[in-house]
């Protein structure tokens, strides 16, 4: 992932900025992609790797339960302090397979690059594309249809707007990469890894209201990277030490000693 620095301010947009986009906190992204500090790895973002993997290993009819061990194994190659986790994830290991067992896969996948494809999209205004990978393609009669996995610790229908905002991003692209005449249809596939295993599959439909979201999101960040403003966001509930990696450091980097505080009013 390149460094966002003053000589070129949009690498915030490259690699898998579909999903950086959907960060609550401009903060957060100017710490770990402006200044460069490392972001530690959470337990909830490792387990939604490894399932989604797992659920792509049952579609191809593959030992999920292996594929599961080896992404795990992969991810702690990668970053050794992931090690520190190592007995929440044997804890939490047969829930993980009991949800993944739940999950349907009587679907049809797209007949090229279904899995993990990436995707670009220019929007009117920014500077590069946004680019993202989508979990899969599916084929609907005929028609291809965007999923994201999610694992979640209970089933709820619920789809949050960065949920939405990421499926918008991903349909818009397959439309203008498959010259469709038609914005296409997206779904979440829900696995439950909690101490009740499902899964579910969500339809939602790409609205007005979701692409206009994604264009004033869109010129936000323009305007932060045009500018180089990086305000934190402290009313959104990822702004706690289990949530943000940053947390401790801007707390630190904002708190105003009380007396100059004092000196600001009057």
């Known amino acids: ?40 790895p959470s337990r909830e973002m490792d387990r939604g790797i490894v399932v989604e993997d797992m659920g792509v290993a049952k579609i191809y009819q593959k030992d999920f339960q292996e594929a599961g061990e080896q992404k795990l194994q992969q991810l702690i190659a990668e970053r050794p302090e992931r090690s520190e986790h190592l007995e ?27 899995v993990q ?19 899969l393609l599916v084929d609907q009669g005929g028609e291809p249809v965007i999923v994201d996995i999610k694992s979640k610790g209970q089933l709820s229908w619920g789809v949050p707007q960065t949920w939405r905002r990421q499926l918008t991003i991903y349909s818009l692209a397959i439309k203008a990469d498959m010259k469709l005449d038609f914005i296409p249809q997206a779904q979440i596939h829900m696995i439950s890894v909690g101490k009740t295993p499902g899964s579910r599959v969500i339809d939602v439909e790409i609205t007005a209201d979701d692409i206009s979201d994604l264009i004033d999101r869109t010129s936000v960040m323009q305007f932060s990277i045009d500018n180089d403003y990086w305000p934190r966001n402290t009313n959104s509930d990822k702004c706690s030490e289990r949530w943000c990696s940053f947390y ?19």
């Open 1 to 40: 992932m390149g460094l966002l620095i003053p000589e070129d301010r949009t690498s915030i947009w490259t690699n898998n900025s579909a999903s950086r986009l959907n960060n609550p906190c401009l903060k957060a992204l100017d710490y770990q992609y402006n200044k460069g500090l490392p972001r530690p």
């Open 248 to 266: 401790g450091r801007c707390w630190s980097d904002h708190l105003i000693p009380l007396d100059r505080s004092l000196e600001k009013f009057s």
């Open 88 to 114: 929440w994830y044997k804890e939490q290991w047969p829930r993980w397979i009991a949800g993944v067992e739940t999950y349907r896969t009587d679907f049809d996948l797209w007949p090229r690059d279904p």
């Open 117 to 135: 494809r990436k995707v670009a999209l220019s929007i009117e205004g920014t500077t590069p594309t946004l680019v993202g990978f989508i979990d």
